[in-house]
């Protein structure tokens, strides 16, 4: 795999299980070259915990696999503009790249909201690239959603 869609399209598969968990249905992979080293969806329900989001979950994996605290030569692929926690945690781990589906303009921190890597304080500012997949990113929320009010 070396094209950008071709690991959108594993988060959002990772989002799809988030999605058949019951989860808000956000996907995350975390890329070296061209090597897929963690991959996630959303677990805050499933792990009772709200930090558990699939950002945070493939970053900690990557620290892991990694053996290290930092991720300087690594890609996050995410279907979902990240939060503000998210974004910091990016910022914090030195994250070379960061691609994203859908934008959120309610809770984003990116391109919207606080716009995180725009702010003086920032640590560090990974290129970003939104709106890879972005329809089937934002479907996939959309529909999560008309299912729970329906």
């Known amino acids: 795999m070396t094209d950008r869609t071709d690991f959108m399209s594993l988060a959002l598969a990772q989002a799809d299980a988030a999605r058949a968990r019951q989860e808000v249905p956000v996907g995350a992979v975390l890329v070296r070259g061209n090597e897929v080293i963690a991959a996630d969806g959303n677990r805050?329900?499933?792990?009772?915990?709200?930090?558990?989001?699939?950002?945070?979950?493939?970053?900690?994996?990557?620290?892991?696999?990694?053996?290290?605290?930092?991720?300087?030569?690594?890609?996050?692929?995410?279907?979902?503009?990240p939060c503000t926690m998210c974004a910091g945690a990016i910022s914090h781990a030195r994250l070379r790249r960061l691609?994203?589906?859908?934008?959120?303009?309610?809770?984003?921190?990116?391109?919207n909201g606080v716009r995180f890597f725009h702010q003086a304080t920032c640590l560090h500012r990974p290129e970003t690239y939104g709106g890879i997949a972005e329809t089937a990113c934002a479907k996939l929320l959309k529909d999560f959603f008309q299912d729970r009010r329906g």
């Open 44 to 81: 805050t329900l499933e792990l009772r915990d709200a930090t558990a989001h699939a950002e945070m979950l493939v970053l900690k994996a990557g620290f892991a696999a990694l053996g290290s605290e930092r991720l300087v030569d690594c890609d996050l692929y995410v279907t979902l503009e």
């Open 99 to 111: 691609y994203y589906g859908a934008e959120d303009v309610k809770a984003g921190a990116v391109d």
